[in-house]
Every structure is written in C-alpha cells, then in structure tokens.
C-alpha cells in the first residue's frame, strides 16, 4: 500500500554507549537533533548503523525512547527489526511499536532456508502482530535471503501494512522491484553512493547512514534528484564521494561512521564489543577529507 509518509532521505542513526553498555541517551538525542535539523525526512534507530544485532532488547528500547525524545515530533521515527527468526522478531516488534516507532524496517528470515513463500507467510504474521507499517529490509549480499521483486509486489498489494522495500540488491534487482511494485508501494535506497541514480529511477527515498554526517547535503541530493536534475545531483554526491567511501571503508560499520562523527565534535560514547575504532589508515581518511569539506571540529 502507498505511503507517502516516509519518502526522502531516512538517516540509519548511531546508537551511543556509556562504559557499562547502557544507552546514553543524552547522546542520542543530541545526533538525532543534528541530523534532524539538517533536514533529513525520517530517522531509523536500532538498525544496522545502530548495532541492532550486538544489542539487547533493553538497549534496544532505550534507544528507540531517546531517539524518539530527540526527532521530538518534527520526522517520523523507524526501528530496525534484524532478528533471524520469527519469535524473537515478533517480540522486538512489540516492544519497538510501545517505544514509540511509527514504522519498522524488518529483515527476512536468514540463516535457515527459506521459500519465497516463506518469506511471504513471515510477514504476513508480523503484520498481525502490530498495528505500524512494515518496510521490508532486502539485503542478500549480507544474509543471503533475497525477497524477489514478484514477492515484494505481492506483499505490497495483499497485506496493506507492507508499504515498502529498502533495497539492497544489485542494479537490475532494484529496477525491477520499482516496475513491479509500481503505486502498490515504495522501492528506497539501500546505497549511500547510488542514492541519486535510484531515486532517478524511481525510488520514494533511501535509508542512508552517511546522513549521519552528511544529512544536509543528502537531503538536498534527494530534492535535486526528485527535481529531475541529473546533473547537479551527481555534481553533490562526487564532491563527497571520497569522504562516503570512507565512512564505509574498512568494513567494520559503523565504526567509521562513529569516528567521523567524533572528528566533527559529536559525542560518540564508548565503543561497544565488537566494535572498534577504525584502523589508522581510515581515520587519516576520514580526518583528510572532513578538513577538506571544512566540517572538522573547531
């Protein structure tokens, strides 16, 4: 089903930590604000970014609580649910719809093998079990389950809480998602760097981590790209395209991210196991090209 609610650009935010492993909530708050007053439509809390799976179902909901204390009403707030299986994801979804989010962006079903009908079935039952919105998370580079486009189209036209699909598979996957899900749903972004391209090409927005430094500048990609300008569009995300392939660089996210983050002078916490800073390399990166857009800390 078509929601408008949620379109343009979706920050996945950070979780910050204090030393015993409690949320800091007076951290998150502070980059929700950020990333809010840059201008972005739509923060997701406890998703991948957010260390979804290294948390506890306590961690979990605090940050959910703080991030909803820091968009203070002004965006639509969204929790990842990334649990490989049914109960716990019915259980997680339950509490995140008491915390405060307004839609949940769910992975399928990974580790065991599942049908496509399976997969169908999954979701149809999380639908029962909360009254919010549902927005498949298809990423089969990371969990190898892929929720194919026919799928997703049926999902989006027979149960009326599916109303998207953040798309993380290849090119030709994603393009196909937008042709068959049409007006019954929304196709977002999965890529930071692909961002403009596919909302060229159809896609209602993108869950994009990089707007956790850049919110900004990725909103105003969004309303170039939605605008039909191709060129300026493009011109944006090149003049950041080094510091983005940073903050994913060393394949430990979102520990680039965080240390991005901290370079710009936001609070960042402690690290959380397994998450540590990135290696020297990434950092002097990271340190170069925030110098070069003028966004170090003063």
Not at 74 to 91: C, H, N, S, T, Y
Request: net charge negative.
């Amino acid at each position: 089903m078509r929601n408008e609610k949620f379109d343009g650009v979706m920050t996945a935010l950070c979780t910050m930590y204090n030393r015993d492993g409690s949320v800091n909530a007076d951290m998150v708050k502070a980059h929700t604000n950020f990333c809010v007053e840059g201008g972005v439509s739509t923060v997701l809390a406890s998703a991948g970014s957010g260390q979804y799976v290294n948390m506890t179902a306590k961690q979990r909901e605090d940050t959910i609580k703080a991030v909803v204390a820091g968009a203070a009403g002004r965006v639509p707030v969204l929790a990842g649910i990334l649990d490989p299986g049914l109960g716990q994801a019915l259980e997680n979804a339950k509490r995140a719809e008491a915390a405060g989010a307004e839609a949940l962006v769910v992975l399928p079903p990974y580790y065991v093998t599942v049908t496509q009908e399976g997969i169908y079935d999954y979701y149809a039952e999380l639908s029962q079990a909360v009254s919010i919105p549902i927005i498949v998370y298809n990423y089969p580079g990371r969990i190898l389950t892929n929720v194919q486009p026919e799928t997703l189209a049926r999902m989006m036209r027979e149960i009326p809480s599916i109303i998207g699909v953040k798309e993380c598979s290849d090119y030709s996957q994603f393009l196909n998602a937008v042709r068959l899900i049409g007006d019954d749903g929304a196709v977002f972004s999965g890529s930071d760097l692909a961002f403009a391209d596919q909302v060229l090409a159809g896609a209602k927005g993108g869950v994009i981590a990089a707007s956790c430094v850049l919110p900004s500048q990725y909103a105003e990609i969004y309303r170039l790209a939605k605008a039909g300008d191709t060129k300026a569009a493009h011109e944006l995300i090149f003049k950041y395209f080094a510091l983005v392939k940073g903050l994913f660089g060393n394949g430990m996210h979102p520990s680039p991210l965080k240390y991005a983050m901290s370079l710009m002078g936001q609070e960042i916490g402690e690290w959380l196991t397994p998450v540590r800073e990135p290696d020297e390399a990434t950092k002097e990166l990271l340190r170069t090209e925030l110098e070069r857009h003028g966004m170090l800390a003063r």
